[in-house]
């Protein structure tokens, strides 16, 4: 074995560690034992901050950094954003109650743990044991870095045999690389070989997920519930616990099993996120808002931030607003208005963000009694959407809603109209335009019609045909358009034909316009003017 | 009440151990900068076999949860048996012990085993020896079939007497005697296993050797 001292030398080092004392005596420890280039950070900022400059041969974190992130995350995360090699070392300083959080990680797991307290002699001898097994899977991790897992495959199988005694480890990272080449057959018996000898959590957790992606769900169920009897801080398991139960359609039973899991673990964005969305496809808002809240803070200066988070946030908080000025309604729009304005300034650069947030600004509105502004949101909202050049059917469906929601049904009947002619629509997007649609009231299109229609009447009035008729045309454009409406509309188009001249055009449209009226009955007020309408109409017809 | 009393433990026992930490380190700082002074050597000497003992002390009363308290669980993980014996024996060390103690088995073994339980047993049955007389001690490893171990922890001290070797049970006798051995047992019958069906707790058993001095051996499954 190499000593301690040639393993450090020249090695880069980051210790993060909250406590001040703490961080010190680390990195005096670390010079003592041979290190020379050791950089200390204090919270998951700091260390993210050093990670992103810097390419570290060996971090050592301390699992617990106070409020923010804690080490487990900052690992995931470094692993995730490749900062940190699978050639680097992660060691984690932890307290027991942390053990099976810190080492079930499926993906990204230390490299190994030192238990506090510890002096200088115990982490000599932890260090050098980690160190020397780390580069005794020098050949493999390259491998993994390289992502070329059928070679990880091959370097296992030759390292089994040339170091038996690292069986575990190399079974472990062969368990993995099975998986990420989708060989789950093989990766399941891996596992059982294992498990036949010694009940090991990480292989427990290993037999499940590869069951679950052998579409055995009922059997990753009951391999799942095991481990978590015997192991109920290892999270990983009610992630994938979760995974099935809404592949399984139960989805009150993944929110419990999510709410279980961030009870244990409750830093991880990904999961709060999770939570989030379950939660709130359950309706169940206070627990939406609350995992969404957690999602925010964790997530702002992670590398999971996502504008996703501050939008469902923001409707999650809805079901506390009202019209009544309570302290919680009075609470939660501001926090609902504050969210969407860190959204518009972080994502200023994207408009379909910008729009999803004026969204919810209008929703807000609504829901505070502030009718208005709600609407001058909506027509914002709606200026932008005709700017987004390919809007996605989720986002017409969104802004219809937000018409109706702001009495404007017959923009939401326009624009339901353009998504009708959409090719791309899902099963779920086709069915949500339908029961769409039918929120649209009659009722309140045709007084939108009649609006159109005595605007239109003070051009005609005027003398000013053209714009009347453009105003009529609209109008008559609506199904929901009545009678008078109609009326009027023939009457301005056969207006301005016996000023001007017979247009064949003009002709037809007024033709389709009577052929909608249909006959009117001689007890109809009206009658006349029709009368009179249909008569001029053949004598224009006759002029043709 | 606002939080159970394992949380409540636990909540301490990382404050404790965050403390024990720094201690540990503001001692070893200590002896640096005082290493030039021999007149402040032995004062050193104490704070440093304190230090040690109340760290050993923290990690025995951790012990002592883990086998008493089901909320606190035992950590069982592949560790270097070569590793959990040397840092025993340094930590004896650092109380002033000078026993001798031989490492017979391969330095490459690993087995699965929680640390501090193990390194706690291995402890006491070094104590144990120490308080018997013994000078040297030696340790061998039997592996047994499906990964399960045999320790084997021979001395040249003056042996068990026949109490002893004829009680079936460990059971502490009051607080100054037979508590040692009591833990040992705990700490390793807290290790079970499933091997072929059956289910296999560890063990401790006592004995004297022919040739003088005695021998403890600790089955871990």
């Known amino acids: ?544 | 009440m606002a939080f159970d009393v394992n949380t409540l433990l636990s909540a301490e026992l990382h404050s404790i151990k965050n403390q024990m930490q720094a201690l540990l380190s503001a001692q070893s700082d200590l002896a640096d900068a005082l290493a030039d002074y021999p007149e402040f050597q032995k004062p050193i000497q104490l704070v440093q076999t304190n230090g040690q003992l109340l760290s050993h002390n923290i990690i025995e009363l951790l012990s002592v949860l883990k086998i008493q308290n089901t909320a606190f669980e035992p950590n069982i993980d592949e560790n270097w048996l070569c590793d959990t014996v040397a840092l025993v024996i340094q930590a004896l060390g650092a109380m002033g012990s000078d026993v001798k103690v031989q490492m017979d088995f391969d330095p490459d073994l690993n087995a699965y085993y929680d640390e501090q339980l193990i390194s706690i047993a291995i402890h006491n049955c070094f104590v144990n020896a120490i308080h018997a007389g013994a000078t040297e001690i030696r340790v061998e490893v039997e592996e047994q079939p499906q990964g399960s171990l045999e320790l084997l922890i021979k001395d040249n001290g003056e042996g068990f007497n026949d109490a002893q070797l004829e009680q079936g049970e460990f059971n502490p006798k009051g607080a100054a005697s037979g508590l040692g051995l009591y833990l040992m047992d705990q700490a390793l019958a807290i290790h079970a296993r499933t091997i072929n069906g059956q289910l296999q707790r560890g063990w401790v058993k006592v004995a004297n050797l022919d040739q003088g001095g005695a021998c403890i051996t600790l089955f871990i499954p």
Request: charged share 30%.
């Open chain 1, 1 to 544: 074995m190499a000593t301690i001292e040639s393993m450090l030398a020249g090695k880069r080092i980051l210790a993060i560690d909250d406590l001040v004392e703490s961080r010190s005596s680390m990195k005096k420890m670390l010079q003592i034992l041979g290190a020379d280039e050791v950089d200390i950070a204090m919270d998951g900022d700091e260390a993210t901050e050093h990670i992103l400059h810097k390419d570290y041969d060996l971090v050592i974190s301390d699992y617990n950094l106070g409020k923010g992130r804690d080490g487990q995350q900052i690992l995931e995360e470094a692993r995730f954003t490749h900062r940190l090699k699978a050639t680097s070392t992660f060691i984690m300083l932890t307290g027991e109650n942390a053990m099976d959080m810190v080492m079930g990680a499926v993906e990204y797991e230390p490299d190994d743990y030192v238990t506090k307290p510890f002096t200088i002699d115990v982490m000599r001898k932890r260090l050098t044991r980690i160190l020397t097994t780390k580069a005794e899977l020098r050949n493999i991790n390259e491998a993994i870095d390289e992502q070329n897992f059928a070679e990880v495959l091959v370097r296992c199988d030759e390292l089994l045999i040339e170091k038996p005694r690292l069986a575990n480890r190399i079974l472990r990272i062969k368990g993995r690389a099975l998986m990420r080449l989708k060989q789950h057959k093989k990766a399941l018996a891996l596992y059982e070989l294992i498990l036949a000898e010694r009940e090991i959590s990480w292989a427990l957790l290993g037999k499940a997920v590869a069951l679950y992606y052998l579409q055995q769900l009922d059997k990753s169920k009951e391999v799942l519930k095991y481990t978590i009897k015997s192991h109920p801080k290892y999270v990983q398991c009610y992630d994938y616990l979760a995974k099935i139960q809404i592949q399984q359609k139960d989805l009150e039973a993944a929110q419990m099993t999510l709410q279980d899991a961030v009870r244990v673990s409750p830093k991880q964005v990904l999961r709060q996120m999770e939570l989030g969305r379950i939660a709130f496809t359950n309706k169940d808002f206070p627990v939406a808002e609350s995992a969404f809240r957690q999602s925010v803070k964790l997530a702002r200066h992670s590398c999971y931030k996502s504008v996703k988070n501050y939008l469902m946030f923001a409707k999650s908080v809805q079901y506390k607003i009202s019209p009544k000025n309570t302290r919680d309604t009075r609470t939660a729009s501001q926090e609902a208005f504050r969210s969407m304005d860190e959204v518009k300034t972080t994502y200023k650069d994207n408009p379909e963000y910008s729009f999803e947030a004026t969204l919810i600004e209008s929703t807000t509105f609504t829901n505070l009694g502030k009718d208005a502004d709600a609407k001058l949101k909506a027509e914002q909202a709606g200026a932008m959407l005709d700017k987004i050049k390919k809007p996605t059917a989720a986002m017409q469906l969104a802004m219809a809603h937000t018409y109706i929601a702001t009495k404007q049904h017959a923009k939401a009947q326009d624009l339901l109209g353009d998504l009708t002619s959409r090719e791309d629509l899902s099963a779920a997007e086709l069915r949500e335009l339908n029961r769409t649609r039918d929120e649209i009231s009659e009722t309140v299109v045709r007084e939108y019609t009649t609006e159109i229609n005595d605007r239109a009447i003070e051009f005609f009035e005027r003398g000013q045909l053209s714009q009347a008729i453009e105003l009529f045309d609209k109008a008559t454009a609506y199904k929901e358009a009545g009678i008078a409406v109609l009326l009027n509309a023939i009457q301005a188009k056969i207006t301005y034909m016996d000023q001007r001249s017979v247009d064949a055009k003009m002709a037809k449209e007024v033709n389709e316009l009577l052929g909608r009226l249909g006959n009117l009955p001689r007890s109809d007020e009206r009658y006349n003017r029709w009368q009179q309408l249909v008569k001029s109409q053949q004598r224009i017809m006759r002029a043709l």
